[in-house]
């Protein structure tokens, strides 16, 4: 089970961490990921670490202002939002799946059958 929380309320140019909580044991070869879903649109990947080894992988919207990190002691993936913008202004879910996908599967959301409540993202401008 996943539990995204750290949402709220910040204005633009700010930074805000999201959390994400995995009350089962995770292995080597599961993956996080991290979706957002602005009103009235569809859900978009944001990003996708690997719970152990290898590095993040990110979405070009994202890239350069968000990172996604992990702490294995603690069963939590992070995603740090820097210089947010109006735009990035979504519900914010982790997903998550047994097996590392390929480079080209990695944004599709239908491959992670593991998902978590949403937070709340909101940037003012």
């Known amino acids: 089970q996943l539990q995204a929380s750290g949402g709220g309320l910040v204005q633009a140019g700010g930074s805000l961490r999201l959390s994400c909580l995995a009350s089962?044991?995770?292995?080597?070869?599961?993956?996080l990921a991290w979706f957002r879903q602005a009103s009235g649109e569809e859900r978009q990947f944001v990003g996708s670490?690997?719970?152990?080894?290898?590095?993040?992988y990110y979405a070009n919207s994202v890239k350069g202002r968000f990172t996604i990190s992990r702490d294995n002691a603690k069963d939590t993936v992070y995603l740090q939002m820097n210089d947010l913008k109006p735009e990035d202004t979504a519900v914010y879910s982790c997903?998550?799946?047994?097996?590392?996908?390929?480079?080209?599967?990695?944004?599709?959301?239908?491959?992670?059958?593991?998902w978590g409540q949403g937070t709340l993202v909101t940037v003012s401008s």
């Open positions: 997903a998550g799946r047994q097996r590392r996908l390929a480079l080209s599967a990695r944004a599709n959301q239908e491959f992670y059958p593991w």
């Open positions: 089962g044991r995770l292995f080597n070869e599961n993956v």
């Open positions: 670490i690997p719970w152990s080894g290898g590095s993040a």
